[in-house]
T-cell receptor, first 112, second 113 residues
Framework: GNSVTQMEGPVTLSEEAFLTINCTYT??????LFWYVQYPGEGLQLLLK?????DKGSNKGFEATYRKETTSFHLEKGSVQVSDSAVYFC???????????FGTGTSLTVIP | DADVTQTPRNRITKTGKRIMLECSQT?????MYWYRQDPGLGLRLIYY???????NKGEISDGYSVSRQAQAKFSLSLESAIPNQTALYFC????????????FGNGTRLTVT
């Protein structure tokens, strides 16, 4: 079946540290991949996406590359800020059936 | 996302009560979804609708029902609420294109006592 696995948190980093949140997927076919961010008290917001192999999605200093050979879509940021504290979700959308599958979320806290 | 509006934002109800959560959207999307979020479990799909006459069960539909009153409105009902339905509920929309993302509302926090 289709599924998304992301690293468990919580993750705590100091400001300006490098961030990696791992995400791997299992899919029968060629999905589109997404990272969402959820700030406290809010809904999920699309952070970035990639729709085919080797695509790189980027937004607000975050990046993720669609790696078909390793079925991964790891989220990275070179220098995190306190305002990046949130929960991050990796997700995929199948091209057939149009179902979305979410990881369980990774909580990030950035301390000054 | 202000284009997807959920009401109420918070609700406390008692076991056995009927409750309705409402969702409206101005994005013009045909597809609408209801998800439930629980700590450590991520998001789980309750129901989804690809157009006004189309309703589909998700992975955890038991105890819930939905109504798609119009393209822009999709409501979720709990006919007889129970404490393990205490959760954060999200409505979302999407376009039909394969690579289109979900657009979420700000959620309804429901507590069943």
């Amino acid at each position: 079946g289709n599924s998304v696995t992301q690293m468990e948190g919580p993750v705590t980093l100091s400001e300006e540290a490098f961030l990696t949140i791992n995400c791997t997927y299992t899919a029968t076919g060629y999905p589109s991949l997404f990272w969402y961010v959820q700030y406290p008290g809010e809904g999920l917001q699309l952070l970035l996406k990639a729709t085919k192999a080797d695509d790189k999605g980027s937004n607000k200093g975050f990046e993720a590359t669609y790696r078909k050979e390793t079925t991964s879509f790891h989220l990275e940021k070179g220098s995190v800020q306190v305002s990046d504290s949130a929960v991050y979700f990796c997700a995929l959308r199948m091209n057939t059936g149009n179902q979305f599958y979410f990881g369980t979320g990774t909580s990030l806290t950035v301390i000054p | 996302d202000a284009d997807v509006t959920q009401t109420p934002r918070n609700r406390i109800t008692k076991t056995g009560k009927r409750i309705m959560l409402e969702c409206s959207q101005t994005k013009g999307h045909d597809r609408m979804y209801w998800y439930r979020q629980d700590p450590g479990l991520g998001l789980r799909l309750i129901y989804y609708s690809f157009d006004v006459k189309d309703i589909n069960k998700g992975e955890i539909s038991d105890g819930y029902s939905v109504s798609r009153q119009a393209q822009a409105k999709f409501s979720l009902s709990l006919e007889s609420a129970i404490p393990n339905q205490t959760a954060l509920y999200f409505c979302a929309t999407s376009e039909g294109r394969n690579n289109s993302p979900l657009h979420f509302g700000n959620g309804t926090r429901l507590t069943v006592t």
